[in-house]
């Protein structure tokens, strides 16, 4: 007998409908299952057989026959457990119903009980977006699939309880729709707590409000840590398809909270700088998210830039560009989504007092320079705010003056960031940072005394290309954060100043 259930397979960041076909037919006993399986795929032939056993149905004795179509994409993973042993159950004829507009994902353990899988939203998606109607999924996924509009969540518990739902003989309670709103329980530390370092703070304001990338450049202990990680705290709020690109990669990764499935607030993603390029980029067989794409719509923050290997660093040059990052392996390519803003941090020197105003530095010319020459012309060229936090000098740590808070920083960060997303509404794009070079003159619109010191700059500063471009789209924030239409003079000061580090540092 034939019978055919449907699931979702999953390659990287790609889902597509999957086809379980199960035939039996007369002959020695076997159980085969084909579709280029990987080893996962394969040993579910244990699992579904000793699930189906002991859960009181009968396991046919003959040849069975299961395939994955289509049968020339690889499938990977566990989840497809659930779907073959529905189709196997269909085909035995102890299972009569009409699976069509259903779909099942789901590890099977050997007493029938149904595990978690990873990708499930980005699953429920596809189902959603190809008419399914029903989706049966893990319990402790139910939250996670529930995020989906327009289809039919019913979380599944063991085999028993599916079967016992399709046969009509007690239906399985819909998992009520997973709440999208942004949470308030998150705490972040608070931009209050650090004294002085106005030059900083600004810097980081503008960053945030168009999600440029950073570096923080000072010695040990003046506050570049201290103020990274205040930094989730004035970013602006996330749009919701912001939230569920987020979600999916998360979900593929299996890095989502059961309780709170749904990204609601931007990643902050802090690597340690012993980390691999398989670990910044992604890898494995079938390469899982790295670092940058699990950043993706937050910031990757770099602490002691130097220390992390050259190989590590120059892997971010490209996805800070074209804002994804493709891997390539024998299994086939895949493309991730990777927009994030990159926040380095890191010392002048290796003893960190280079230019200190009162402590001599230890390091001799050649150590400096050897120091420095681990962050790249070009990785630097891709950085768009290079800013010095001296040291914070007593009299401001002493005052009892209030500093400005995260909620008054967030605000103006918003504001800037909503007349972004109006400006460039239907263009894809929907911060500064992303403005293309063909759609530079058309949004950052100069003033005349703007244009005349642009040019001056350029000439005397020796800028390539990219370096421009970046000045531009910094001032066009910067223009943004005073509501001003055009890019003034002042703008253009202030985007500069915050790219002339490299000439004090790096040309030593």
Same mark, same amino acid.
Do not use: W
């Given at each position: 007998m034939f019978s055919r259930t449907h699931s979702v397979g999953m390659f990287g960041f790609q889902t597509y409908m999957?086809?379980?076909?199960?035939?039996?037919? *007369?002959?020695?006993?076997?159980?085969?299952?084909?579709?280029?399986?990987? $080893?996962?795929?394969? /040993?579910?032939?244990?699992?579904?057989? @000793? @699930?189906?056993?002991?859960?009181?149905?009968? &396991?046919?004795?003959?040849?069975?026959?299961?395939n994955?179509?289509?049968?020339?994409?690889?499938?990977? +993973?566990?989840?497809?457990?659930?779907?073959?042993?529905?189709?196997?159950?269909?085909?035995?004829?102890?299972?009569d119903v009409n699976l069509s507009q259903s779909i099942a994902i789901g590890e099977?353990?050997?007493? +029938?009980?149904?595990?978690?899988?990873?990708?499930?939203?980005?699953? $429920?998606?596809?189902?959603?977006?190809?008419?399914?109607?029903?989706?049966?999924?893990?319990?402790?996924?139910? $939250?996670?699939?529930?995020?989906?509009?327009?289809?039919?969540?019913?979380?599944?518990?063991?085999?028993?309880?599916?079967i016992a739902h399709l046969k009509g003989e007690k239906l399985i309670e819909k998992q009520p729709l997973t709440p999208t709103t942004p949470i308030d329980s998150i705490r972040v530390p608070d931009f209050s707590d650090v004294k002085g370092q106005l030059a900083a703070k600004k810097a980081l304001e503008i960053a945030a409000a168009g999600n440029h990338n950073i570096i923080l450049v000072g010695p040990p202990g003046a506050g570049k840590s201290m103020l990274a990680k205040r930094l989730p705290?004035?970013?602006?709020?996330?749009? &919701?398809?912001?939230?569920?690109?987020?979600?999916?990669?998360?979900?593929?990764?299996?890095?989502?909270? *059961?309780? *709170?499935? &749904?990204?609601s607030v931007r990643p902050f993603r802090s690597p340690h700088h012993t980390v691999s390029v398989a670990g910044i980029s992604g890898g494995g067989?079938?390469?899982?998210?790295?670092?940058?794409?699990?950043?993706?719509?937050?910031?990757?923050?770099?602490?002691?830039?130097?220390?992390?290997?050259?190989?590590?660093?120059?892997?971010?040059?490209?996805?800070?560009?074209?804002?994804?990052?493709?891997?390539?392996?024998? @299994?086939?390519?895949?493309?991730?989504?990777?927009?994030?803003?990159?926040?380095?941090?890191?010392?002048?020197?290796?003893?960190?007092? &280079?230019?200190?105003? $009162?402590?001599?530095?230890?390091?001799?010319?050649?150590?400096?320079?050897?120091?420095?020459?681990?962050?790249? +012309?070009?990785m630097l060229d891709r950085i768009d705010l290079h800013v010095e936090v001296p040291p914070v000098d007593y009299t401001a740590l002493n005052s009892n003056q209030a500093e400005e808070t995260s909620a008054q920083i967030k605000k103006r960060v918003?504001?800037?960031?909503?007349?972004?997303? /109006?400006?460039?509404k239907g263009t894809g794009i929907t911060c500064n940072a992303m403005l293309t070079p063909a759609l530079l003159k058309k949004?950052?619109?100069?003033?005349?005394? @703007?244009?005349?010191?642009?040019?001056?700059?350029?000439?005397?500063l020796g800028m390539s290309a990219r370096a421009y471009d970046r000045i531009l789209k910094v001032a066009r924030t910067i223009a943004d954060l005073d509501g001003s239409q055009i890019i003034e003079k002042q703008h253009i000061f202030s985007a500069i100043s915050f790219r002339s580090l490299d000439r004090k540092y790096w040309n030593t």
């Open positions: 999957i086809q379980i076909e199960a035939d039996i037919s *007369n002959g020695l006993p076997a159980f085969d299952i084909v579709g280029l399986p990987d $080893t996962a795929v394969k /040993e579910s032939r244990d699992r579904v057989r @000793a @699930a189906i056993k002991n859960c009181g149905f009968k &396991f046919p004795v003959s040849r069975i026959t299961v994955l179509a289509p049968a020339d994409r690889k499938k990977e +993973g566990s989840a497809y457990d659930l779907p073959v042993l529905l189709a196997i159950l269909k085909a035995s004829g102890q299972l099977v353990a050997l007493d +029938g009980i149904i595990r978690g899988v990873n990708g499930v939203l980005a699953m $429920t998606i596809t189902a959603k977006e190809n008419g399914v109607k029903d989706i049966f999924v893990p319990k402790e996924n139910a $939250t996670e699939a529930a995020v989906v509009e327009g289809i039919n969540v019913y979380p599944v518990h063991d085999v028993k309880q599916i705290g004035i970013l602006p709020d996330m749009t &919701f398809d912001e939230s569920i690109e987020t979600t999916k990669i998360h979900s593929i990764a299996g890095i989502l909270d *059961n309780k *709170n499935p &749904f990204v067989a079938v390469p899982k998210p790295g670092e940058i794409s699990l950043a993706h719509n937050g910031v990757l923050f770099l602490d002691e830039l130097p220390e992390f290997r050259r190989d590590v660093m120059e892997a971010l040059r490209q996805p800070i560009e074209d804002g994804k990052v493709t891997i390539s392996r024998v @299994a086939g390519t895949l493309t991730y989504p990777s927009n994030i803003m990159l926040v380095a941090a890191m010392n002048p020197c290796p003893c960190g007092f &280079f230019g200190h105003p $009162t402590k001599q530095c230890t390091c001799s010319p050649q150590s400096v320079r050897k120091y420095l020459s681990k962050i790249s +012309g070009p918003n504001r800037a960031r909503k007349i972004q997303q /109006e400006r460039y949004y950052c619109v100069l003033s005349n005394d @703007a244009s005349k010191y642009l040019e001056l700059s350029f000439e005397r």
